[in-house]
C-alpha cells in the first residue's frame, strides 16, 4: 500500500479539530478533572482549534475555570509531553516566568490552569509605548535567563516521571506538525549542529519520497514528481554545503552549547493585568518550545522585529525600531554573549532558516537560497591553500607572517593573528559568513 499524499493527511488533520471530526472526549475530560480536582465539570467549551489538538475553556463546580487540550489522533505524543515537561520545568526552575501550572496529563490530555488576565494582542494597540516598553523588557530578561540555561543536547524537554527533566526528540512544528507528526523521523536528540541540519534534510527527504500521487491526473502526477525532484536537489545541496563547512561547532566554540529557545512569546501567547497593561500575568502557547545552541536562541522578537517589507508606516516602524532597541538594551546589560550571538550572521544562520522550510512547498526559495550559498564556498584546493598560508611551519605560512611584519597590514595579504585582541573577523556581503572565525583569517586588501 503506498504512502498517504502528505497534502491529503494534513486535510485530514485539519479536518479532525472540527467539532464533527475531532469532538472532545467529555467523560475522559470529567474523569480527570474528578481524578486531579475532586471537582464536577459544569461546562466545556472549545477556543481553539489546531491541525494536531483542540484546546477547549472547562468551567468547573466550584466556579473556576480551567483549561484542557486534547490531541488528535495522529498527533505524535512527543509534543504533548514536551509541552507538560516544558511547563514543568519552567514552574520549577523559573517561577519568574508565568507558565500555566499542569494539573493533570495522560497520553492524550492534559489540564493546566487558565491564565489571569487578557492576551496582550487585544489590548497591544491601546497601550502606551511606556508601557510597551516594560513588557519588551521583561520578555528581553526572559530571553536572557533561559539562554544562561545550559543542557547538553540540542531536542526538546521531557519529564521522567520522577525528578529529572532530559533533552529528547525536537518537537518543533518542521519535524511534529501537521501529517509530519506521525512520520519516523530523526527528531534527535543531537550533540551537534551538523548532525542537526544533516537529520533536517534526511527529514525534507524522507517526507518527499512519501507523496504519492494516487489516482491523481497525468499533469498532476508531473508536477508531483517535480517537486521529488526539486527536493532531491536542494536536500543534496544542504549536506554538501553542511558537509564542506567543516567545524559549524567548533569554529565558535563561544555560542555552541544548547539553551532553551524562547521563541514564540508574543503577543498571542502573553496575558497581561487589565488594570496593570504592562504587568505580564500569564504565558502560554509552549508547545514545540526547544532546546537549540546559542546562536539560534538569541534573536529580536518577531513582532518587534522592523522590517521593510511589513505593511506598516513610518511611525510604526519608528516604534518597532525603538522597542527592538529597547529589547537589545536590556540584553546586552543581563549578558552581552546574547547580543553578540543576535548579531551572529553567518552561514549557521542561513542554514537553519532553510531547515525550517518546507522543502516541497518552499522548493522555489530554498534551492536559489542553497545555490547562493554554495557558490560563496571555496573549494577543498583553496581551502587547503588558506590552512597553508595560516600554518606558520609551512614555507608559505612563514612568508606571509614576514610579508606582515615589513609591510603591515596594508600588504595584499594580511595574517590576522587569532590571539590578537585587536582581531575582528569581517562579515561577507552576501548571504552569510561561510568562514568560522578561527578557520579564517586572511582579509584581502583591496583597496
Known amino acids: 500500500m503506498s504512502a498517504p499524499s502528505l497534502l491529503i493527511l494534513d486535510h485530514f488533520m485539519a479536518n479532525q479539530s472540527l467539532a464533527s471530526g475531532f469532538a472532545f472526549d467529555r467523560i475522559a475530560i470529567e474523569s480527570a478533572v474528578k481524578r486531579a480536582l475532586d471537582l464536577e ?13 483542540l484546546t477547549m475553556d472547562v468551567e468547573l463546580s466550584d466556579a473556576t475555570e480551567i483549561i484542557a487540550r486534547e490531541v488528535g489522533p495522529l498527533t505524535s505524543i512527543m509534543r504533548l509531553e514536551s509541552e507538560v515537561a516544558t511547563m514543568q520545568y519552567l514552574c520549577q526552575h523559573f517561577p519568574e516566568i508565568p507558565a500555566p501550572v499542569v494539573l493533570y496529563q495522560d497520553s492524550h490530555l492534559v489540564l493546566m490552569e487558565k491564565m489571569p488576565g487578557v492576551l496582550l494582542s487585544t489590548v497591544w494597540e491601546t497601550l502606551s509605548l511606556y508601557d510597551k516598553r516594560k513588557i519588551v523588557k521583561q ?5 536572557v535567563e533561559l539562554f544562561n540555561c545550559r543542557f547538553e543536547e ?4 521531557y519529564w521522567d516521571g520522577m525528578m529529572d527533566f532530559f533533552v529528547g526528540p525536537m518537537t518543533s512544528d518542521a519535524f511534529c506538525a501537521g501529517a509530519r507528526g506521525p512520520m519516523e523521523l530523526d527528531r534527535g536528540p543531537w550533540r551537534s549542529t551538523t548532525d542537526y541540519f544533516y537529520s533536517c534534510a534526511q527529514r525534507e527527504l524522507d517526507l518527499a519520497r512519501s ?8 499533469g498532476y502526477k508531473r508536477m ?13 545541496l544542504l549536506i554538501d554545503i553542511v558537509t564542506r563547512c567543516r567545524s559549524l561547532d567548533e569554529d565558535d566554540p563561544e555560542l555552541a552549547p544548547f539553551a532553551i529557545d524562547l521563541e514564540d512569546v508574543g503577543p498571542r501567547n502573553l496575558f497581561v493585568d487589565p488594570e496593570q497593561p504592562s504587568k505580564i500575568t500569564g504565558v502560554i502557547g509552549w508547545q514545540g518550545t526547544c532546546v537549540r545552541p546559542l546562536w539560534m536562541c538569541a534573536h529580536l522578537p518577531k513582532w518587534i522585529s522592523p522590517s521593510l517589507c511589513s505593511p506598516i508606516d513610518a511611525e510604526e516602524r519608528d516604534e518597532a525600531e525603538y522597542l527592538a532597541d529597547v529589547f537589545r ?14 548579531d551572529a550572521d553567518d552561514i549557521r544562520t542561513a542554514l537553519e532558516e532553510v531547515a525550517r522550510m518546507d522543502a516541497v512547498q518552499d522548493a522555489f526559495l530554498i534551492l536559489p537560497t542553497l545555490e547562493s550559498l554554495t557558490a560563496t564556498l571555496p573549494g577543498e584546493e583553496d581551502l587547503d591553500g588558506l590552512e597553508a598560508l595560516l600554518n606558520p611551519l609551512t614555507l608559505a605560512g612563514r612568508a606571509v607572517r614576514i610579508n606582515l611584519v615589513t609591510t603591515g597590514r596594508k600588504g595584499t595579504l594580511a595574517l590576522a593573528d587569532m590571539s590578537s585582541d585587536d582581531f575582528i573577523p569581517l562579515k561577507i556581503r552576501g548571504p552569510s559568513n561561510v568562514f568560522g572565525s578561527n578557520i579564517l583569517g586572511l582579509c584581502m586588501d583591496i583597496g
Not at 508531483?224 to 543534496?236: H, K
Not at 538594551?329 to 543576535?342: G, H, I, K, N, Y
Open 211 to 218: 507523496l504519492d500521487a494516487g489516482n491523481a491526473s497525468k
Open 41 to 53: 465539570v459544569v461546562e466545556i467549551t472549545p477556543i481553539r482549534w489546531g491541525s494536531d489538538c
Open 139 to 143: 520578555v528581553a530578561e526572559w530571553n
Open 154 to 157: 540540542m531536542g526538546s524537554l
Open 329 to 342: 538594551r536590556t540584553a546586552e546589560s543581563l549578558d552581552p554573549l546574547f547580543v553578540q550571538a543576535m
Open 224 to 236: 508531483l514528481s517535480a517537486q521529488r525532484e526539486a527536493v532531491e536537489r536542494s536536500m543534496d
